[in-house]
């Protein structure tokens, strides 16, 4: 099945320590999107990626960091640099032409 | 970062009643979507929008895109119980870097009353 996934479901962390949130998708899509959402919350944007090897900051990127190595995968490291990491965080893609984003199941991340 | 207004942002109703829902923004969108979250799963895709004054359904989901483009609305008929969860607009405009990017609404709330 065609799809994105994002790995694993929940994720605790000390303080401290950097953590890598996995998303995978089989879908060819050439864009890849993370968002971080926080409880009774939208979605806001933290990074996205239009090609391999290419990616620009979104509106809260301070304190994460993103790769493109291949067009399935998309990580998002969150560093100790952010300051309040606990939340959902849900990673999209979409098409070439962009019209339409399909979500991954979400990971959420406790610090502990 | 911006996010569109959502509205309302909560509402109980009864089962078998009808539901509306609307997204404004200051921004022209060339795309409106619409999507549904329940608990602790991502945001599954209801309908999508590409022009302005297009009205699109799926099945009890009836969705418009404004004629300002500044604004879309969602309807739902009937509802029932498995219709619960957080539901989203989306807006999509090209970034300054030429790229496009997708504005989030805040949410709305729905919980039905069987």
């Known amino acids: 099945d065609g799809g994105i996934t994002q790995s694993p479901k929940y994720l605790f962390r000390k303080e401290g320590q950097n953590v890598t949130l996995s998303c995978e998708q089989n879908?060819?899509?050439?864009?890849m999107y993370w968002y971080r959402q926080d409880p009774g919350q939208g979605l806001r944007l933290i990074y996205y990626s239009q090609i391999v090897n290419d990616f620009q900051k979104g509106d809260i990127a301070e304190g994460y960091s993103v790769s493109r190595e291949k067009k399935e995968s998309f990580p998002l490291t969150v560093t100790s640099a952010q300051k309040n990491p606990t939340a959902f965080y849900l990673c999209?893609?979409?098409?070439?032409?962009?019209?339409?984003?399909?979500f991954g199941q979400g990971t959420r991340l406790t610090v502990v | 970062g911006q996010q569109l207004n959502q509205s309302p942002q909560s509402m109980f109703i009864q089962e078998g009643e009808d539901v509306s829902m609307n997204c404004t923004s200051s921004s022209i969108f060339n795309t409106w979507l619409w999507y549904k979250q329940d608990p602790g799963e991502g945001p599954v895709l209801l309908i999508a929008?590409?022009?302005?004054?297009e009205l699109t359904s799926n099945g009890r989901l009836t969705a418009q895109f404004g004629i300002t483009r500044k604004d879309s609305f969602l309807n739902i008929s009937a509802s029932i119980p498995s219709d619960v969860g957080i539901y989203f607009c989306?807006?999509?405009?090209?970034?300054?870097?030429?790229?496009?990017?997708?504005?989030f609404g805040t949410g709305t709330r729905l919980k039905v009353l069987a």
């Open positions: 879908l060819n899509h050439d864009a």
């Open positions: 989306a807006g999509r405009r090209p970034s300054t870097s030429g790229t496009y990017k997708y504005i």
């Open positions: 929008l590409y022009k302005a004054g």
């Open positions: 999209a893609s979409s098409t070439v032409e962009q019209t339409e984003a399909f």
